[in-house]
């Protein structure tokens, strides 16, 4: 069982759908990440839980809607997505946030909105 | 705010050299420095994490140095190999905050 997995692989949908993004971390780890990355561009940080409670979200727009159930879950739900939304979406873990430890991936979900 | 800078975006090498690719973020107030490889469409795979306090990291044919007042880090790769061939990113965290800053990355290509 690798240690942080995501599904789907990969997604395409309209622009009126709804669809969610799932994470699952086997590592014990306390804090939860989502990235967007976007093709020449740095990785960009979405959403930060701890605990399940989210810590940070840097200025995603509302179509974008995180939620963490408990500390191994972590789901990235989507609705009514532009084109330029379109991206690999990444999943992170870390044993704790505030000390920033070391971070696993997991394989990300190939986003494709038409 | 914290840039991360990798250079080159792209390099080309045949196989069996050793090369150096850098790393450069702007604020040295760093908590720790993380080097990872992702293949084409996938997820990032962690190869080494130095911390503040630390010069250099290594594992198998990587060697990581940090000089953190200069706010530079380098990943050694010996004896390249064509499985080598990957995006390699580096990323910063800081001791408040709770994200990693990452870099645009170093495409590798190692030629057989």
């Known amino acids: 069982e690798t240690g942080v997995t995501q599904t789907p692989r990969h997604l395409v949908m309209g622009m009126t759908n709804k669809k969610s993004l799932k994470c699952e971390q086997h590592l014990g780890h306390n804090a939860m990440y989502w990235y967007k990355q976007s093709a020449k561009k740095p990785l960009e940080l979405m959403f930060v839980y701890s605990l399940e409670e989210r810590v940070e979200n840097n200025s995603v727009p509302s179509r974008f809607s995180p939620e963490c159930p408990n500390s191994s879950h972590l789901f990235l739900h989507l609705h009514t997505l532009q084109p330029e939304d379109s991206a690999l979406y990444l999943c992170a873990s870390s044993q704790e946030v505030y000390l920033n430890t070391e971070a696993f991936f997991g394989q990300g979900t190939r986003l494709t909105v038409v | 705010k914290q840039e991360v800078t990798q250079i080159p975006a792209a390099l080309s090498v045949p196989e069996g050299e050793n090369l150096v690719l850098n790393c450069s973020f702007t604020?040295?107030?760093?908590?720790?420095l993380q080097w990872f490889r992702q293949d084409p469409g996938k997820g990032l795979t962690s190869l080494l994490l130095i911390q503040s306090s630390q010069r250099e990291q290594t594992s198998g044919r990587l060697n990581a140095s940090l000089d953190k007042s200069s706010g530079r880090s380098t990943l050694y790769i010996a004896a390249s190999q064509p499985g080598d061939s990957a995006t390699y990113l580096c990323a910063v965290s800081h001791y408040t905050g709770n994200q990693f800053y990452f870099g645009t990355g170093t495409s590798l290509t190692v030629i057989p």
């Open positions: 604020d040295s107030a760093i908590y720790n």
